[in-house]
């Protein structure tokens, strides 16, 4: 046998027996089923969204059931979303400033929690803190069309 096809079948048995020792099938990731814990909470949301909407039942008991949800799950993002626009529904602006707040801070790149805070802290009278808040966002996202129009509607 000459030298080059030596080291051809060398190459070869080598290049078998490494394609013989890797795995077979894809590694399988580890897939975290949803939390069922988040999907009751969900649940448990849209429950108490449809009371009120509906306007059959109890709307006091369809805030508390969003209330647990938060107890149960203080950054539970529906929630705080929901109780933030029954907050400015009901003129509740301290509240919705405070879900709204807390909503920015969970997910800042959301403009329409930066928007409903402003609108909050404007409608109880602090026009430079909801100016400021609108800013902050707009910093950060300069072409966020919803709060450029609302803060040049101020502005004029």
């Given at each position: 046998?000459?030298?080059?096809?030596l080291?051809?079948?060398?190459l070869?048995?080598?290049?078998?027996?490494?394609?013989?020792?890797?795995?077979?099938?894809?590694p399988?990731?580890?897939?975290?089923?949803?939390?069922t814990?988040?999907?009751?909470?969900?649940?448990?949301?849209?429950?108490?969204?449809a009371?009120?909407?509906?306007?059959q039942?109890?709307?006091?008991?369809?805030i508390?059931?969003?209330?647990?949800?938060?107890?149960?799950?203080p950054d539970?993002?529906?929630?705080?979303?929901?109780?933030?626009?029954?907050?400015?529904?009901?003129g509740?602006?301290?509240?919705?400033?405070?879900?709204?707040?807390?909503?920015?801070?969970?997910?800042?790149?959301?403009?329409?929690?930066?928007?409903?805070?402003?609108?909050?802290?404007?409608?109880?009278?602090?026009?430079?803190?909801?100016?400021?808040?609108?800013?902050?966002?707009?910093n950060?996202?300069?072409d966020?069309?919803?709060?450029?129009?609302?803060?040049?509607?101020l502005?004029?």
């Amino acid at each position: 046998m000459k030298r080059n096809q030596l080291i051809a079948v060398i190459l070869a048995v080598v290049a078998a027996v490494v394609l013989m020792r890797l795995p077979r099938t894809a590694p399988v990731e580890e897939v975290v089923p949803a939390a069922t814990e988040n999907a009751d909470l969900d649940a448990k949301v849209d429950e108490a969204v449809a009371i009120i909407q509906s306007g059959q039942g109890a709307p006091m008991q369809a805030i508390g059931m969003l209330l647990d949800v938060l107890k149960e799950n203080p950054d539970h993002e529906k929630a705080l979303l929901w109780l933030g626009n029954f907050s400015m529904m009901s003129g509740q602006w301290e509240k919705a400033v405070d879900r709204f707040h807390h909503l920015t801070q969970l997910r800042p790149e959301v403009e329409l929690y930066w928007v409903n805070k402003s609108q909050s802290l404007l409608q109880m009278g602090d026009t430079t803190s909801a100016m400021t808040t609108a800013q902050t966002y707009l910093n950060d996202h300069p072409d966020a069309s919803q709060l450029n129009d609302w803060l040049a509607g101020l502005q004029n």
